[in-house]
């Protein structure tokens, strides 16, 4: 598929589709006239970039998450050097505050709507997150 196929199935941009790529975080093919092409593969590794890039993960820790993804699935013995291991522990201690902060966040609108003539709501969007692959955070 080309680019603007691409943008339509995952909801991001070319212009971004195009940044991703600047970054290291996707590679697309090239065909004999030098367009982009990409297959199902990119689909799903662009879903999971803009789902880090939500999540307020920078992409410079995106491309090194993903890196480390790739070499856990074919080494599982490689090394760290320190330096990667230090900016690692960093970002692990800042995603988790930042994962405190939203799940603090969510307790507080999920128990706010329990407690309105809305908690219907609640159920509702807790199925269609179910249904749709993810599952719902505990309360």
């Known amino acids: 598929m ?6 339509r199935r995952t909801g991001v941009s070319t212009r971004l ?31 999971r970039v803009a789902g880090l890039v939500r999540a307020g993960v920078p992409t410079r820790l995106i491309k090194v998450l993903l890196d480390l993804e790739e070499t856990q699935a074919t080494d599982v013995a490689a090394s760290c050097p320190r330096t990667v291991a230090e ?3 960093a970002e692990l201690a800042g995603l988790d505050e930042r994962i405190a902060c939203l799940t603090r966040s ?3 609108l999920h128990d706010y709507l329990v407690r309105t003539e809305h908690d219907v709501l609640v159920a509702d969007a807790a199925r269609a997150t179910r249904d749709a692959g993810g599952v719902p955070a505990p309360v």
């Open 2 to 7: 080309r680019i603007g196929e691409l943008a």
């Open 17 to 47: 589709l195009r940044y991703y790529e600047e970054q290291g975080l996707l590679a697309p093919a090239r065909s004999t006239n030098a367009y982009r092409t990409y297959g199902e593969e990119d689909v799903v590794r662009v879903e």
């Open 87 to 89: 900016m690692l522990a």
């Open 106 to 108: 969510r307790r507080t």
